[in-house]
């Protein structure tokens, strides 16, 4: 058996367990530095990530901002093309059928009266000018036009009295409202 003696002072002698303890810290500080540099870089390529990532999002939000307002666009464009699409079914709806009208007033119209002028305007109102052979058939006429379903009333507005040629005749202006379609 062999023993090794170390014949040094003990302040210049080697301690192992301090050795070890160096060695230990040294091992340490490596092992703080490599983790602390992995996280550090982790994190800058997770920085890194983000960033892209945000520019895609970023590019996406601008695509579906500039589609949102095409989408609001649109919505309107179709709003006001259905108000007009529903203003249009209510003037066809509410329109006027005017052959009928026409008829149901020639069959009213006594033969000795002429109509020469016949109005009516969007809102309904109307007025008849014509000649009669006496006041008697422009009377017969005003009640006759007021029992037609398209007429809401009728009322003598003026009548006058005039001689053409050897014959007396009657000008008259009769004035009212039509119907409402609903009051068919």
Do not use: C
């Not at 301090?18 to 540099?37: C, D, H, N, P």
């Not at 960033?51 to 307002?69: F, G, N």
């Not at 007009?84 to 009208?101: D, F, T």
């Amino acid at each position: 058996m062999q023993h090794q003696i170390n014949l040094l002072p003990a302040d210049l002698r080697r301690n192992p367990v301090a050795e070890t303890r160096g060695v230990l810290l040294k091992s340490l500080v490596i092992a703080v530095f490599v983790f602390v540099l992995s996280v550090s870089g982790w994190l800058w390529w997770m920085v890194f990530a983000m960033e892209k990532r945000l520019a895609v999002v970023q590019m996406d939000l601008t695509r579906i901002e500039s589609r949102a307002k095409q989408v609001e666009q649109m919505r309107r464009e179709i709003q006001q093309k259905e108000e007009e699409a529903a203003r249009l079914m209510s003037i066809y709806n509410e329109r006027r059928l005017w052959g009928e009208v026409l008829t149901n007033l020639d069959a009213k119209v006594p033969t000795d009266v002429w109509l020469t002028k016949l109005k009516a305007t969007e809102t309904g109102d109307f007025v008849i000018i014509g000649l009669a052979s006496s006041l008697t058939s422009v009377g017969i006429l005003q009640y006759n036009l007021n029992q037609l379903p398209d007429l809401q009333w009728a009322g003598l507005k003026r009548a006058e009295e005039t001689t053409q040629g050897n014959k007396s005749l009657v000008t008259f202006e009769i004035v009212g409202q039509l119907a409402k379609r609903g009051d068919d």
